[in-house]
């Protein structure tokens, strides 16, 4: 009764002072979940109990699909993993269990496959590699131990070989001391 009560008096789309009504109306939450506004949806599913939320993976809005991947249990972000919207992707990434991880190393999206790089646990590291994306093979770069790192030092891009460079042992690092950039050499 109070939110229709507020939306007589505001605008639907006032999302900050529909935020501040769920803060203080925790159990209205819930009731608000069905809502025709996906913005309302959104923002109640924020507050709403977790046990409410398995219904709100499969939203329509993947507005409504972001604050549910960050709360929900891990047995729902399965479902998730593969969302169409890489925003939720990235959510999921950032939450999924260790076990689950290698499920998102080909992502279509870099920033999902970046994130994987960074969480990935140091010996599975390996199969990134060869990744498409620059971003990606900095952080394995930075992050994959020897000898694993040994593979990296004829990465196509200067920035990847420096980062190796940087974090070879020294006996090792004549391997790099004829690159063709000279930012490696150095």
């Given at each position: 009764r109070g939110l229709r009560r507020y939306f007589r008096q505001h605008s639907p789309v006032d999302a900050p002072r529909i935020d501040r009504f769920f803060r203080h109306n925790k159990p209205l939450a819930n009731d608000y979940l069905p809502h025709p506004y996906f913005e309302v949806r959104a923002i109640a599913a924020r507050h709403a109990d977790l046990f409410r939320l398995a219904r709100m993976v499969d939203d329509v809005?993947?507005?409504v699909r972001l604050p549910v991947a960050l709360?929900?249990?891990?047995?729902?972000?399965?479902?998730?993993?593969?969302?169409?919207?890489?925003?939720?992707?990235?959510?999921?990434?950032?939450?999924?269990d260790l076990a689950s991880l290698p499920g998102l190393l080909h992502d279509d999206d870099y920033q999902v496959r970046a994130i994987v790089a960074?969480?990935?646990?140091?010996?599975?590291?390996?199969?990134?590699?060869?990744?498409?994306d620059l971003q990606v093979r900095l952080i394995v770069a930075a992050r994959l131990p020897m000898p694993g790192l040994w593979r990296m030092t004829a990465d196509r891009a200067p920035e990847v070989r420096r980062v190796v460079a940087q974090r070879l042992p020294a006996p090792l690092l004549a391997v790099l001391a004829d690159d063709a950039d000279w930012t490696v050499r150095w």
């Open positions: 809005d993947e507005t709360r929900v249990p891990q047995r729902l972000l399965a479902r998730l993993r593969d969302d169409g919207h890489r925003e939720v992707r990235i959510r999921v990434a950032l939450r999924i960074q969480r990935l646990p140091e010996q599975l590291l390996g199969m990134m590699v060869h990744d498409t």
